[in-house]
């Protein structure tokens, strides 16, 4: 599969704890985007990596929310102390560089919070 | 109000029948239109894309995009039970990456 894949595809945790998502972009993709989906919302805009810089972050992105993408391939996100809120799906997704380029999703994380 | 806006349905057609959905916007600096499909706790799905105003076809579908009332469509002709799924609109500047999306539509299509 040459799609963007993410892991796990399920988490579940409890409130205050820590947890880290990873993001497999497609190979030749330099562009990697995290967003957020609440239950019958759109995505949301939460980070943005052109090869391994973070160029753009939401105010959506607390302080507690950290995304890296080291040596410009995967990417991970983290949250710590978890909030009931957090509860959502996490969604990446690559592209090429470029003005006419198109941004292709994994199949997401969905996180629940207890 | 929203950047975008999408009427979230939802929206149960018969098989075979044509599925129109829209999406207004408020921002006319929107460039670059999209549409995705969502089935059920998957990623969505990257169905149609297109620059600026006009009409794009791709077998079933048909995406088309009006500037002047900041107002884009997509339509499903020949509606089948496998199209069932919610459809988000995107759509985004010419020299900005993130997406805006509408809220998105679920559809069912009963066979």
């Known amino acids: 599969d040459t799609g963007v894949s993410q892991n796990p595809r399920h988490k579940i945790t409890k409130r205050g704890q820590n947890v880290t998502f990873r993001c497999d972009p497609i190979s030749e993709h330099n562009r990697l985007y995290w967003y957020r989906q609440t239950l019958g919302q759109g995505p949301e805009f939460l980070t943005y990596?052109?090869?391994?810089?973070?160029?753009?972050k939401s105010r959506l992105l607390s302080d507690r929310f950290s995304a890296e993408r080291p040596k410009g391939s995967f990417s991970t996100l983290e949250i710590q102390r978890t909030e009931q809120g957090d509860s959502a799906m996490y969604l990446c997704a690559s592209s090429l560089s470029g003005r006419n380029t198109e941004a292709f999703f994994g199949q997401g994380t969905r996180l629940t919070v207890v | 109000q929203k950047e975008v806006e999408q009427d979230p349905g939802p929206l149960s057609v018969p098989e075979g029948a044509i599925v129109s959905l829209n999406c207004t916007y408020s921002?006319?600096?929107?460039?670059?239109f999209m549409w995705y499909r969502q089935y059920s706790r998957k990623g969505p799905e990257l169905l149609m894309y297109t620059y600026s105003s006009g009409n794009k076809e791709d077998g079933r579908f048909t995406a088309q995009v009006d500037k002047s009332s900041k107002y884009i469509s997509l339509f499903i002709r020949d509606s089948q039970p496998s199209d069932s799924a919610t459809y988000l609109c995107a759509m985004r500047y010419s020299n900005d990456y993130k997406l805006s999306f509408g809220a998105g539509t679920t559809v069912t299509v009963r066979a």
């Open positions: 921002n006319s600096a929107f460039q670059y």
């Open positions: 990596f052109q090869n391994e810089a973070q160029l753009e």
